[in-house]
């Protein structure tokens, strides 16, 4: 839906019609007791859509991936069956000079006799042996070098998601992204270099040693065609288990990994509250299932080379027996007319395991297919940038962008001057492709305050996320003083916000040094003038050493409360700050600490453009333009 909000004068105590545009979605507009503007969200699909799984992401991602890299891992997959087929002339020369060292002139022929001399075929063995050595080589290089290219880009999207999901992502641990940049990415590499060159050994290795054995013995070629599909069929039957052992194995490290990394922050606090041993003993819990998921997969490895084994083993007995009944005259079938000699035995026999190899190879590879399956199932749960640059949007006001844009040596307009008027023209934010705010148009006088209300999830903190310029928009541009956002030097832009988040970030150190990451010149007197703006002063008093008092880790020993306050009184400190920007900062709060807390943003908000999420009535009651997201049509009382 698209949306527009004035802010030219308008009569008290009435209701006006905001013009329609594009749509024709009205919206109701008030002043001062809060103004509100229609934003309502397209939240559905395309009729018809089919419902999206983990399965096709995960299968969407890889191909993405590898995508670029195809050309490279078939002709690395070419080059190493072309390799596998050096061995037939290699198997002949073989069994033609040792049938002719057995049986003297079994060869027949000038050629042929000189090609069974044993030095000349030894030599040219060699030559092949030498020239099928260096292909191998070859091959295995250039998929290596595509594996760490397609690692490198899942790499760069999963860390560029990362720095463009903005603080209002919500996402796993750090242990859990810590094991998805390593052990989930790392498994993409074994898929690449292993299986996907696979496909043209498969069609074409086989294929040409059943040409090459039909053409002397038929019936060997029959035997090896029954034996060969049965290793796929039973191999793809193992598969079903060893997906579900993968997933266990990849869920069980990603779980671990965020254990141990959540304990490890909380090392100090468990000491003091007692519970190391409980702690020994659960994260000796969550290696033994890690263990167990781990046995799981080698069992089902296990499992698959036993059937690998026995089916090559069995075609490759049938074979023997038939050509050793063969060759002692009880059998005569299966030749094109003439009795089998030493030589054809011999070159069947020396083919036959060849025909295997790559059906060995896919076997032992498939687990490799699994393991990367199971991965990439994990990875689409994680933000992942855009696998090329986004081309239905101007640049894009994201980090990325900034930083792209100085690589390039192109010039940064700076921020504002002075606390700018604020436009989003025709907005559309739309994170994980779900149109949280669709063509949203309003516009915020300079010094002005909006506050932005809806149920959580509605998209307000996106939007918050997209006006300090740390995730991309879909559509439309911000524009701060008639300068596009996604043209300015953000890093300069947010070095200029005054920002309390829900959550907000204490370091260890003193109060001091807390206060002075916002402004690092400011006095004593400043600070407690801050501190009193964020009836904060009454807290910090009651510490040991007032302002020397050193705080813990993200605010240890203080409520959640008390850190707001801290917060907020750093945020006064930014007396050169072109915009205030609060996510939810009476969330959690009791109310008498939440009433503090209002108090002081409404002073630190006079003059300066402000925009405040919450859903908190008393926050809603807060003069000013007011924005709700996801309602068609706005009824607020003046």
Not at 85 to 102: C, E, G, K, N, R
Not at 250 to 275: N, Q, V
Not at 471 to 499: C, M, N, P, S
């Amino acid at each position: 839906m698209h949306s527009s909000l004035s802010a030219a004068p308008c009569a008290c105590n009435r209701k006006e019609e905001v013009a329609q545009r594009r749509t024709g979605e009205p919206a109701a507009l008030h002043k001062d007791g809060g103004q509100t503007v229609d934003a309502d969200q397209a939240k559905t699909q395309a009729a018809g859509a089919g419902e999206d799984t983990p399965a096709k992401a995960a299968s969407r991602l890889l191909a993405a991936a590898v995508a670029d890299d195809r050309t490279a891992i078939g002709r690395s997959g070419r080059i190493a069956a072309l390799a596998d087929l050096i061995w037939i002339p290699q198997a002949f020369l073989l069994a033609l000079s040792v049938a002719d060292m057995v049986e003297p002139g079994v060869a027949g022929g000038p050629v042929m006799a000189t090609l069974a001399h044993p030095g000349v075929a030894g030599l040219l063995i060699g030559l092949l042996a030498l020239v099928r050595l260096q292909l191998g080589l070859l091959a295995g290089r250039t998929a290596q070098a595509a594996a760490e290219r397609v690692k490198a880009r899942l790499r760069a999207r999963l860390l560029g998601g990362l720095a463009e999901a903005g603080p209002s992502a919500t996402l796993p641990g750090a242990g859990a992204v810590a094991a998805a940049v390593t052990d989930q990415i790392e498994a993409a590499g074994p898929y690449v270099r292993r299986f996907l060159p696979l496909r043209p050994r498969l069609s074409l290795v086989p294929l040409a040693i059943l040409v090459t054995a039909f053409a002397v013995n038929w019936l060997s070629a029959l035997i090896l065609l029954a034996a060969g599909p049965m290793i796929p069929l039973f191999m793809a039957l193992i598969g079903l288990k060893a997906r579900a052992a993968s997933d266990s194995q990849h869920g069980e490290l990603a779980r671990m990994g965020a254990f141990l990394l959540d304990r490890l922050r909380g090392l100090d606090t468990l000491r003091l509250a007692g519970a190391l041993e409980r702690t020994d003993a659960a994260v000796a819990h969550a290696g033994e299932r890690f263990r167990l998921a781990t046995m799981k997969v080698l069992k089902v490895a296990f499992l698959s080379s036993t059937v690998l084994e026995l089916f090559s083993a069995l075609g490759l007995a049938l074979v023997a027996v038939y050509v050793g009944f063969s060759l002692l005259g009880q059998v005569s079938a299966g030749t094109w007319g003439a009795p089998m000699d030493l030589f054809t035995g011999l070159f069947v026999l020396l083919l036959a395991p060849e025909f295997f190899a790559p059906l060995r190879a896919f076997a032992a590879a498939y687990h490799d297919k699994a393991g990367a399956e199971a991965a990439a199932r994990i990875l689409v749960t994680l933000p992942l940038a855009d696998p090329a640059p986004m081309a239905a949007t101007p640049v894009s006001a994201t980090v990325s962008a900034t930083a792209s844009a100085r690589g390039a040596g192109l010039a940064l307009a700076p921020p504002p001057a002075r606390s700018p008027e604020v436009i989003l023209d025709a907005l559309t934010l739309a994170p994980g492709g779900r149109p949280v705010i669709d063509r949203l148009s309003l516009r915020l006088p300079a010094g002005g305050r909006l506050i932005v209300a809806g149920p959580s999830g509605a998209g307000k903190s996106t939007l918050i996320d997209a006006l300090t310029g740390l995730r991309r928009i879909d559509g439309g541009r911000i524009l701060l003083d008639g300068l596009d956002l996604a043209a300015l030097d953000l890093d300069a832009w947010r070095a200029r916000l005054a920002f309390l988040s829900q959550e907000p970030r204490l370091f260890f150190g003193t109060v001091t040094a807390n206060l002075r990451r916002a402004r690092p010149e400011a006095t004593e007197a400043e600070m407690w003038a801050a501190l009193d703006l964020a009836g904060a002063r009454d807290l910090v008093e009651q510490m040991p050493r007032g302002l020397g008092t050193r705080l813990g880790e993200d605010g240890f020993g203080l409520s959640v409360g008390e850190a707001r306050r801290i917060a907020l009184a750093r945020a006064a400190l930014r007396r050169d700050a072109l915009m205030l920007i609060a996510d939810e900062p009476t969330a959690g709060l009791d109310d008498d600490t939440a009433g503090v807390v209002i108090a002081g943003l409404d002073r630190l908000s006079q003059g300066v453009s402000t925009v405040i999420a919450s859903h908190d009535p008393r926050v809603l009651a807060l003069p000013g333009l007011r924005l709700d997201i996801g309602q068609r049509v706005q009824e607020v009382a003046e």
